[in-house]
């Protein structure tokens, strides 16, 4: 079996009172959620941990289930944004609430991703950092289209202006993949509270220091703090050891849903 290893970090940061973010690790290595709420302190809190929660709880009960990986994710998205619906309608006070998730699944003999909204997934191989999710925001879509240039995104007042998230009734943009996964690559899933005030090359720079998950885990929220800590920080660490032989899983391919 694959020498997985893996850690998680959260810190409230420098600025901020509260800390919105949540993160979930499942004990045996399934799956890993990162989730980074808004609207609010008690929003956003409420929010990403609805996410956390729920994407946890249908994973776990469905994980035996005879349906194929993609499908699992999906499901798990659709019903934490229902949770985030209807405790919007328990409590209108919160009813401007939403929340970023990223999650990366082990389950069978092929690893999948999902998420929406601007927390990232990275993959380390071979010292080269890839960023393998697209940010659902005005300014990465604009990036992408050539509206504005990639110095220009980086200052943009609407950096932080997402098209989709979680807590909205038109939910209609959950990117669900497969995804390639090696013995020795390293996984990190994160909240846009690292990738603010990181830089790619930096977090590059990082992983290659660090002796282990918790030390490269800690070194990335102490580098974000250290360049401002603005938002909150949300850093889980995968490292990916050695083979392994999982169960079958049925055929899936990239999908994305929509309404």
Same mark, same amino acid.
């Given at each position: 079996?694959?020498?997985?290893?893996?850690?998680?970090?959260?810190?409230?940061? =420098?600025?901020?009172?509260?800390?919105?973010?949540?993160?979930?690790?499942?004990?045996?290595? !399934?799956?890993?959620? =990162?989730?980074? *709420?808004?609207?609010? +302190?008690?929003?956003?809190?409420?929010?990403?941990?609805?996410?956390?929660?729920?994407?946890?709880?249908?994973?776990?009960?469905?994980?035996?289930?005879?349906?194929?990986?993609?499908?699992?994710?999906?499901?798990?998205?659709?019903?934490?944004?229902?949770?985030?619906?209807?405790?919007?309608?328990? +409590?209108?006070? !919160?009813?401007?609430? *939403? &929340?970023?998730?990223?999650?990366?699944? $082990?389950?069978?003999?092929?690893?999948?991703?999902?998420?929406?909204?601007?927390? !990232?997934?990275?993959?380390?191989? +071979?010292?080269?950092?890839?960023?393998?999710?697209?940010? +659902?925001?005005?300014?990465?879509?604009?990036?992408?289209?050539?509206?504005? &240039?990639?110095?220009?995104?980086?200052?943009?007042?609407?950096?932080?202006?997402?098209?989709?998230?979680? *807590? !909205?009734?038109?939910?209609?943009?959950?990117?669900?993949?497969?995804?390639?996964?090696?013995?020795?690559?390293?996984?990190?899933?994160?909240?846009?509270?690292?990738?603010?005030?990181?830089?790619?090359?930096?977090?590059?720079?990082? $992983?290659?220091?660090?002796?282990?998950?918790?030390?490269?885990?800690?070194?990335?929220?102490?580098?974000?703090?250290?360049?401002?800590?603005?938002?909150?920080?949300? =850093?889980?660490?995968?490292?990916?050891?050695?083979?392994?032989?999982?169960?079958?899983?049925?055929?899936?391919?990239?999908?994305?849903?929509?309404?």
């Amino acid at each position: 079996m694959m020498n997985r290893r893996f850690t998680g970090l959260t810190d409230t940061g =420098v600025l901020r009172s509260v800390n919105q973010d949540n993160y979930y690790i499942d004990p045996d290595g !399934r799956f890993f959620i =990162v989730a980074d *709420g808004m609207g609010g +302190h008690a929003g956003g809190q409420e929010a990403s941990a609805i996410a956390a929660q729920q994407i946890h709880a249908y994973l776990d009960a469905h994980w035996n289930a005879d349906i194929p990986s993609h499908t699992l994710l999906e499901k798990a998205f659709l019903q934490a944004n229902q949770g985030i619906l209807d405790d919007q309608n328990a +409590h209108p006070e !919160r009813g401007d609430m *939403g &929340t970023t998730a990223v999650v990366v699944l $082990f389950r069978g003999d092929q690893p999948w991703r999902a998420h929406i909204g601007d927390s !990232r997934l990275y993959r380390i191989r +071979h010292n080269k950092l890839e960023q393998i999710t697209e940010d +659902h925001t005005w300014v990465a879509r604009a990036l992408k289209m050539g509206d504005i &240039t990639r110095d220009q995104a980086k200052t943009h007042p609407w950096r932080h202006v997402l098209f989709q998230c979680l *807590g !909205r009734k038109d939910v209609n943009t959950i990117e669900i993949a497969r995804l390639d996964v090696q013995p020795g690559d390293r996984l990190l899933l994160c909240s846009d509270g690292l990738t603010e005030e990181v830089s790619d090359e930096m977090i590059k720079t990082l $992983f290659e220091e660090g002796e282990s998950c918790e030390a490269i885990a800690q070194n990335l929220v102490e580098a974000a703090k250290e360049a401002g800590g603005s938002d909150n920080i949300t =850093v889980i660490i995968v490292d990916e050891g050695g083979d392994t032989q999982l169960i079958d899983d049925p055929e899936g391919e990239e999908t994305q849903l929509r309404s």
